[in-house]
């Protein structure tokens, strides 16, 4: 198909071709071997890197104003100010109809040619442009290009040119990426300014599709859509976006074959993004064949489960609706009243694959009593068999859970499933028959040996003391290196210890730091190798100590104390309390380790619905439609981002959790590499309702990092959660304690689940527990979990003297991981966004 040029113009605004002519120019007096390499060696930041200016330059042309009221008026100013006009292109090239131009907004960078002459063989430099019956052509190593294939393949250089200054960009501080996190309206002017700059940066792109998102929220298409005007060439990582938004821009402008047409460009142009399930779900709205399509071609996608749920309003049992809800979205927590109306309309009709998908969704929200039945029709497999048994154990049905079990080590004897099988069913049967289910587990799984030797250990010693011991030194032997032979060791170090034999204890101890570096009792046994070495007078063997734990722990609890040992001024227990630490808290969002580029940019820009459904969209495409893909590290890490997006702080810090010590070695690098970054412990540690913290702590003299510390333990953020004894809101306040708190504090209406309130409260009872044990706070700590009884009762039974020793007696398990987490959580948020500290940690890893 040939084009001439004036079916072009109908296409493309006049500042495109205004950029195209340039691009052209420049090939056109570059050699075909000089276009290869530039093509695949442009480096740079602007746009006159990649498409260097005409040799007669007029002067450079401002960005015109965004609020202008019309384009036609845009063409009237470029004219004005002695530019081409509307006019501009039509002099050599026929009689375009100048009411069919649409005059864009001209790039900032542009510089515009020489009006050009009648002698079309001088234009471009006239060496390998020519005109042919009418068309304008470009040689390329021999080939002939019309213009609009000539355009296509200048328009992909661009695009890959200005891709590559992206990927280099991305990395740079960022006052747009700042912006995003602001509200619309405390952004909107700063925003204007940058969008107005002349040179043409990924700063300026940002800029435009914030602003333009802004517009649209706001109903105002037409300033929307001159905002859009050609960003899609300049900032092509979100190009598919821009033509969302463009067409949503014309919806709103009521030009609706315009926004029909935008929408298909993007099937046209993006077949592989799964941005396409937009396009088809918007212009389904036209067409309900395009809804068809999408549910057929992309039955995972987040927006094909939108479009599903709008089909099934109108069609409330339609059997095929619900069961491409079910099968593709089981874990969705909409799926949940699907299933009741299967379950109580068509269950004679439901495939064993449906009741898979319904046991899934019940697996998945931990409502394991109700996926029993569901996983009784599901196909027969070994993870279907074990959850199925595993639910039954949950629920108490200890007989059917054994049988289950046993049948799945019979039927499925090599599964990762029947490991998990062993050692469950050790659990319901005596002792005795349980040694001989973790014996096979041993010999059958010989990656989860010593764990597997270590649990038979416990059961050994229940009927049989030599026979535990025996197993014990087979464990030394046998699995040196295991987290079970630190954990024994470690109980040999402490009972040396009680006896006053540091000596022997240190020994001990040496052998997990020697043995067992990852083990998570490695941190505790070397500080207390420190302790021990004051106690026998070895200060230098002491100072060494705390020093490797600070260097190679410095997450832990005990990095805290060996600092505090080594005489940094970061709060003891009698004096943490009144520190007022500085505080730093990063101002713009994390570059995320898993997702296309695409995702990431829209992370950062804040569209988190958008991000969202696009990585969801991308990890189902790379699991080939799998409804419940297994994350890689990565992506998990990245999906926890998204769920402090959406202020589900305790999945999102139990995700990041849930990432420790992959067995895969692939998956431990991209761990350990993640470990090793700030975005990592941030994102751990994060730092929500900052402003509330530091105002009610300041009120209460109390250290905002400690109130912090308490909230992540109590309620991990979540405003709305409540515990099973009653304990309700960020600070888990009792409402028995809230009625007692609320006169003394004059407060006469309050809600536990306002923040507000609760951290109010809260505060003043964590002043109250501070007073009452003399602003000690290990003591208070221990108070607000155990109540002050408790710790009454423990003063009296332990000496205090030695604070560390104190919380090691503290005889309730929960109380004393308490206390440890709460100022393991305080050291964390105090290295993490305390500049000094943060500094001093600096020095201990040089050393």
Not at 134 to 152: D, Q, R, S
Not at 379 to 388: F, G, I
Not at 593 to 600: E, K, L, N, V
Request: proline letters at 6%; zero cysteines.
């Amino acid at each position: 198909m040939v084009w001439h040029y004036s079916n072009i113009m109908h296409k493309k605004s006049k500042a495109q071709l205004q950029d195209y002519f340039k691009d052209l120019t420049a090939i056109g007096n570059a050699s075909s071997e000089q276009m290869e390499a530039n093509r695949d060696g442009i480096q740079g930041e602007t746009e006159e890197n990649i498409n260097p200016p005409p040799q007669n330059p007029k002067k450079r042309l401002s960005l015109p104003n965004l609020s202008s009221p019309s384009l036609a008026a845009e063409a009237e100013n470029l004219e004005s100010a002695g530019q081409p006009g509307s006019d501009y292109l039509s002099n050599s090239f026929g009689q375009a109809n100048k009411a069919n131009v649409a005059v864009a907004p001209v790039n900032s960078d542009y510089i515009a040619p020489e009006k050009l002459e009648d002698q079309p063989g001088d234009f471009f430099g006239g060496k390998r442009w020519f005109w042919l019956g009418g068309i304008l052509v470009l040689l390329v190593g021999g080939t002939a290009l019309t213009l609009p294939k000539a355009l296509e393949m200048v328009n992909g250089w661009r695009q890959e040119a200005q891709l590559k200054a992206y990927e280099q960009e991305q990395h740079q501080d960022s006052e747009v990426l700042r912006l995003a996190l602001l509200p619309p309206d405390q952004r909107r002017s700063k925003l204007e300014a940058i969008a107005n700059q002349e040179v043409l940066s990924l700063e300026r792109s940002r800029a435009r599709f914030l602003l333009a998102g802004d517009l649209l929220a706001e109903f105002e298409g037409g300033p929307a859509l001159r905002v859009l005007e050609g960003l899609e060439v300049q900032y092509p990582v979100l190009a598919p976006y821009i033509l969302l938004m463009r067409g949503r821009g014309y919806q709103l402008s009521n030009e609706n074959d315009q926004a029909e047409a935008t929408w298909q460009d993007i099937l046209d142009q993006y077949p592989d993004s799964p941005v396409v399930v937009n396009a088809l779900e918007n212009l389904g709205s036209l067409d309900e064949t395009y809804w068809q399509q999408a549910i057929a071609d992309h039955p995972g996608h987040p927006r094909t489960l939108a479009i599903l749920h709008q089909q099934l309003e109108s069609e409330p049992n339609a059997l095929e609706i619900q069961r491409q809800i079910l099968q593709n979205h089981p874990t969705d927590g909409r799926t949940a009243a699907v299933i009741n109306s299967l379950t109580a309309n068509r269950q004679g009709e439901l495939t064993p694959e449906d009741w898979q998908a319904m046991g899934d969704n019940f697996w998945h929200r931990r409502i394991y009593n109700q996926a029993i039945a569901p996983y009784e029709k599901a196909p027969s497999n070994a993870r279907n068999l074990y959850r199925l048994a595993r639910a039954q154990q949950i629920s108490k049905l200890d007989n059917e859970a054994k049988e289950n079990y046993r049948q799945l080590i019979a039927t499925y004897p090599d599964s990762e499933e029947t490991a998990l099988a062993l050692r469950r069913l050790a659990e319901l049967v005596p002792p005795r028959e349980g040694v001989q289910y973790l014996q096979q587990l041993e010999q059958q799984f010989p990656d989860q040996g010593a764990s597997a030797l270590a649990a038979r250990i416990d059961l050994l010693a229940k009927f049989d003391a030599n026979q535990a011991q025996q197993a014990r030194q087979a464990l030394l032997q046998k699995y040196p290196n295991s987290d079970a032979a630190a954990d024994y060791r470690w109980r040999q170090a402490q009972e040396f210890a009680k006896a006053g034999n540091y000596t022997e204890a240190w020994r001990w101890a040496k052998e997990i730091a020697n043995q067992n570096p990852q083990s998570d009792v490695t941190p505790k046994a070397i500080f207390w190798i420190g302790k021990w070495a004051q106690q026998l007078g070895r200060s230098a063997d002491s100072k060494a100590a705390f020093e490797t734990v600070l260097a190679k722990y410095p997450q832990s609890y005990y990095a805290w104390r060996s600092a505090v040992l080594l005489g940094w001024q970061v709060g003891d227990f009698n004096s943490v309390r009144f520190l007022n630490p500085p505080v730093t808290v990063p101002d713009q969002r994390p570059l995320p380790p898993a997702g296309s580029p695409t995702f990431r940019e829209l992370y950062r820009l804040a569209q988190d619905q958008e991000a969202i459904e696009l990585f969801n969209a991308e990890v189902r495409a790379r699991a080939e439609g799998e409804a419940t893909p297994e994350l890689t590290v990565n992506e998990g890490f990245t999906e926890a981002l998204l769920k402090l997006t959406q202020q589900e702080y305790l999945q999102g810090i139990n995700q990041v959790l849930n990432l420790r010590n992959p067995e895969d070695p692939e998956q431990r690098k991209q761990w350990e590499e993640l470990r090793s970054t700030r975005d990592y412990w941030q994102t751990l540690f994060p730092f929500p309702y900052q402003q509330l913290i530091f105002e009610w702590s300041e009120k209460r003299q109390v250290n905002p990092f400690l109130v912090t510390a308490l909230i992540r333990q109590e309620s991990r953020f979540e405003k709305n959660i409540q515990s099973p004894v009653g304990a309700t809101g960020l600070m888990q306040i009792m409402p028995a304690t809230a009625e007692w708190i609320a006169p003394q504090i004059g407060l006469k209406e309050y809600s536990l689940t306002d923040p507000t309130d609760n951290v109010n409260m809260g505060t003043w009872y964590f002043d109250h527990t501070h007073k009452t044990y003399n602003n000690n706070s290990a003591l208070a700590v221990a108070s607000y979990n155990a109540g002050p009884g408790n710790v009454a009762k423990w003063l009296q039974e332990f000496n205090n003297a030695d604070p560390d020793l104190f919380v090691e007696r503290i005889p309730f398990a929960e109380t004393k991981g308490y206390v440890e987490s709460v100022f393991g959580n305080y050291w964390n948020y105090l290295r993490i966004y305390d500049p000094d500290v943060e500094k001093l940690m600096g020095q201990v890893g040089k050393n």
